[in-house]
């Protein structure tokens, strides 16, 4: 069995990708969007290039994305994403990286559990712990 995370981003899909490029260097590995649905009632009326479906390579995950029912109000409530890095250079770049446009929750400090722990919402509203064991 394999768990993937399944992140809707209610429109933002495609900003959200990139910004992730950037943050994380992911790589998408799958992509559709509403227009490529053989099902027409699946395609709200300004949603045709709104992006359906994606897979993207974060690390060794492969998460999925959607742009859902494009309402604008993606909520990423009681669930985050915990990236545990090698090292401590690592860790605070992509911190300060999630962290542009986003919501610092706890800054980076060192913990009895870890060298480093942060916890951040990015701008868009997906909440991460970063985490360097000790």
Partial sequence: MQVQPYLHFDG???????????????????????????????IAPGTENKIMHMEFRLGD????A?????????????ISLT?????????????AALSEGG?????????FFASRFGMVADRFGVPWMIIVRK
């Fill in 83 to 95: 990236l545990n890095l090698k090292t401590i250079a690592e860790a605070e770049r992509i911190f």
């Fill in 61 to 64: 995950l492969i998460l999925c």
């Fill in 12 to 42: 933002r899909c495609e900003e959200a990708i990139e910004f992730y490029r950037h943050a994380l260097n992911v790589e998408v590995t799958m992509m559709s969007r509403f227009k490529d649905s053989p099902d027409p009632t699946m």
């Fill in 103 to 111: 919501q610092v929750q706890m800054p980076m400090i060192e913990a």
């Fill in 66 to 78: 959607s742009d859902g029912r494009c309402m604008g109000n993606a909520q990423f409530d009681g």
